[in-house]
């Protein structure tokens, strides 16, 4: 039924292509017809983070749709610049004790200097950055005013489009990045035959469009550019374009250089070479682009001849290749939809939408198509890596955080939904990225702690060295990162059942992970464990002045989850039978949580360290970003002070917070609120993740609509779908923190623990109606946020029986069948 769907919008879109070509002389173009699922906007890119981005994965397309000089800027997530060989940290692991006795006498800030001392570093080092390939440049004349813009994305087949006229008639380009065949797919089309008259060539990255008014970052990217990259070249024939540029700081094992082919395909016109780098098109009917590009690690191995050939196979058809990989694309995306009445605004562009909508009354279908684009991005910037903090794109050669993987919120935060959002196979690319590092995390753990296990560092690309660290940033303190990885791990075998990758892969990253702890962790004077040291992400003790502290709240949450997930994996899989015990004992001497004399949690599990809640992490609620923990859930008063933290952090740090710095802040306070069952204080985060973050392209950006940035791409879904369905295994909430603002909506295709999907759920005033499809025969717990009043089940070998709550009814699902199970609730 899916394809069948996707074939009729495919279909359409060929429709209007064909309409444009055999249209003569229209007086004025209609807009481009808005997406069933996706957006039409109003405005063309006036810097890259605007564009329409398209992706599969590995190659990213970031088109600035503008009629007349365009550009469209290629991506490759391998192509992180060489920055120079990675630096190995120092091993300091004699001197551990030094920084203990440091931290014992309460000297945070010089056990952190003198970490940062025997590191070797002189600052703070950055992994390599990831950067663009290169533009490909389309210039053109308008015959009269240029008028009747718009573009669009369609977020089924991933195709992005632009549509303008002049006084000659309507022109268009359609662009998409096949996942079928590895490679961009461009078409140019015009009024009438014999319309289309352009150069095309293929450039380095252009500075004056990287930032809007701020020339001091472009041009410190222009003297990035120059300082890393040489050798460039660009040629041109009739009818293709190459790039080729050199990377000057290449070291073994990085990438050397990086090469681009063009295949250009003009029908009828004329085309010629000019100036060796362009390529000139006059008077065709249509043109027709492919593009590839590759990074190249070993220099006496170029790929240009196997691009030209590869391309030199594909088709002359755009229909055909859109179909193709649309049917991938689209199988992925149409797994899930969200419907909470947006209705005909729908139709409205993106501007107007923006624009209407607010804390007070965010406008549903802006909610609606931020969720679908959210979905969108990240399946679109997922291939064998998962997304950097700019996905697969990017537009300078400065970016943000040097757009690596920042481990310590912001890949967490983008990687949230792939399980719960029935995307469990992208979810491999992270773990399979977090195994190709783990040489480089035991060199960390062995060379900062002294212990075997692994540390992952707070940020990461083609390497794992924790180079994190300076005099006033502990990043060689933090130690919870390898346990949070270790989450998604046991996570995806919870979600899918897949008991070979809990095996050989998950249950082994766990062991690594626990053995850390092992070694890592000593007795305090009261028989519980002491974390020292540690770094509470990014954030700075109220009555300190340096990240250096010890017994972090997450890092004990996060030892505490790891240790519990380690010996249920270990029990399923009848190993480690010899160590489950010593693992056990080590749970039962984890320091408590604490709440402090405002009633908040603390973010330190000790009196001497103050909170500092206005601050943006909030990694203190880590127990509660993916549910809820027994031990929280058993104890009204540690519920009460975790709720307490996240009101104030939205009342004192994101009220009147004008810069909105670090949208996946609000993720982490979304999610810990969803998982209390706390539905208004989760609609006030979404409220400002709708209103805040997202610019007319429906990109995600990391502050307020500034800084192209991926994180709520996967964090905003998570927490809609944690308000609306949350699972552990044997046990299914259904609307568990539905705000009043929804009285009526439906989800579809939300996956479970326990390897089940939510088809479709939908709910109003009237009742809730759910049918579910479990992969194997099992009874689970069903609970709904009220007393049932009534409920009937339809399906082969269903069935319902009471259970100790009136909230909730124990539910019988047959394996790999359809069961409907219609519920009335009193009010």
């Known amino acids: 039924m899916r394809t069948k769907h996707l074939l009729n919008v495919i279909n359409q879109s060929v429709c209007a292509m064909s309409i444009l070509l055999a249209t003569s002389h229209p007086a004025a173009c209609a807009p481009l017809p808005v997406p069933e699922r996706g957006f039409i906007s109003a405005q063309p890119a006036t810097i890259w983070e605007e564009g ?39 091993d300091q692991s004699a001197r551990l004790f030094e920084i203990r006795r440091l931290i014992e006498r309460g000297l945070y800030r010089q056990a952190t200097e003198l970490q940062f001392n025997l590191s070797g570093q002189s600052n703070f080092l950055y992994p390599d950055f990831f950067v663009p390939a290169f533009d490909l440049t389309i210039g053109s004349t308008s015959h009269g005013e240029v008028r009747d813009y718009s573009r669009t994305v369609d977020f089924q087949t991933g195709e992005t489009a632009v549509r303008w006229s002049d006084d000659r008639g309507t022109f268009e380009r359609r662009m998409f990045v096949s996942r079928a065949d590895g490679v961009a797919v461009l078409a140019i089309t015009g009024p009438t035959p014999g319309s289309l008259d352009c150069r095309l060539a293929l450039e380095p990255r252009e500075p004056s469009d990287q930032f809007n008014d ?120 149409n797994r899930m939809r969200l419907d909470l009445g947006g209705g005909a605004d729908h139709r409205r562009t993106t501007e107007e939408l923006l624009a209407e909508s607010t804390y007070e009354k965010p406008n549903r279908a802006l909610i609606e198509k931020e969720f679908d684009a959210a979905r969108y991005n990240i399946i679109s910037c997922t291939g064998k ?44 690319a992270y773990t399979t990225y977090l195994e190709s590092i783990v040489p480089w995390l035991e060199i960390n753990a062995k060379h900062l702690f002294g212990a075997r296990g692994i540390v992952l560092p707070s940020r990461s690309s083609t390497h794992g060295f924790n180079n994190a660290l300076a005099p006033d940033f502990a990043g060689g303190f933090w130690v919870g990162g390898a346990g949070w990885a270790a989450h998604f791990f046991y996570d995806n075998y919870l979600y899918t059942g897949d008991r070979k990758f809990l095996a050989e892969h998950a249950l082994p990253f766990m062991e690594k992970a626990t053995l850390f702890f092992e070694d890592y962790l000593y007795e305090g004077p009261d028989g519980k464990w002491v974390f020292s040291p540690t770094q509470s992400p990014e954030n700075t003790p109220g009555n300190t002045k340096s990240q250096g502290t010890y017994n972090a709240t997450m890092d004990v949450a996060v030892a505490k989850e790891l240790l519990s997930n380690t010996i249920a994996a270990s029990r399923e899989l009848g190993r480690n039978q010899d160590k489950i015990a010593r693992w056990q004992q080590m749970l039962d001497k984890m320091p408590d949580y604490l709440v402090d004399e405002r009633g908040i949690i603390k973010e330190w599990l000790t009196p001497r360290l103050a909170n500092n809640d206005s601050h943006r992490h909030s990694s203190q609620l880590y127990p509660l970003y993916d549910g809820m923990p027994d031990e929280i859930a058993r104890n009204p008063e540690l519920r009460a002070a975790f709720r307490k933290s996240i009101e104030f952090k939205l009342d004192n740090h994101w009220q009147n917070n004008q810069k909105g710095f670090m949208s996946f802040g609000l993720v982490q306070l979304g999610q810990a609120a969803a998982s209390l069952g706390e539905e208004e204080l989760a609609y006030r985060c979404l409220t400002q993740l709708v209103n805040r973050f997202w610019l007319n392209n429906l990109a995600s950006m990391h502050n307020h609509r500034s800084l192209f940035n991926m994180d709520i791409s996967g964090g905003m879904p998570s927490v809609i779908i944690k308000m609306l369905v949350a699972s552990d295994p044997g046990k299914l909430q259904l609307l568990p923190a539905l705000p009043k603002a929804w009285p009526t909506g439906t989800i579809e295709g939300a996956l479970c623990r326990g390897q089940i999907e939510v088809k479709r759920l939908h709910w109003s005033p009237e009742g809730v109606e759910c049918t579910l499809r479990s992969i194997k025969a099992q009874t689970v717990l069903l609970e709904l946020p009220a007393e049932i009043s009534a409920i009937t089940v339809e399906g082969k070998g269903a069935k319902v029986a009471k259970a100790d709550s009136t909230s909730q009814r124990k539910l019988t699902l047959p394996a790999k069948g359809d069961v409907t199970v219609k519920i009335s609730l009193k009010r």
């Open 52 to 90: 329409l981005i398209c992706g599969n994965g590995t190659i990213g397309a970031n088109a600035l749709s503008r009629p007349l000089n365009e550009r469209i800027i290629f991506t490759h997530e391998l192509l992180f610049m060489p920055m120079g060989a990675p630096v190995m940290p120092a």
């Open 385 to 428: 890596l998962p997304p950097n903090l700019q996905g697969v794109w990017g537009g300078t050669y400065v970016p943000g955080w040097a757009s690596d993987y920042t481990h310590n919120g912001n890949v967490p935060s983008a990687i949230a939904a792939n399980l719960m959002g029935n995307l469990p196979e992208l979810m491999l």
């Open 214 to 333: 701020d020339s001091d970052i472009a041009k410190r990217s222009d003297q990035m550019f120059k300082e890393h990259v040489g050798d460039i070249k660009s040629t041109a024939s009739r009818s293709s374009l190459t790039y080729s540029n050199r990377y000057l700081k290449a070291y073994p094992g990085s990438i050397h250089a990086l090469e681009g082919f063009a295949r250009v395909i003009a029908t009828g016109g004329t085309t010629e070479a000019v100036s060796n780098d362009a390529l000139t098109i006059k008077g065709a009917d249509r043109v027709l682009i492919f593009v590839d590009l590759r990074p190249v690690y070993d220099p006496d191995k170029p790929e240009m001849k196997d691009m030209e050939a590869s391309l030199a196979k594909l088709p002359d058809d755009y229909s055909q290749l859109l179909q193709r990989h649309a049917k991938l694309h689209g199988e992925l995306f």
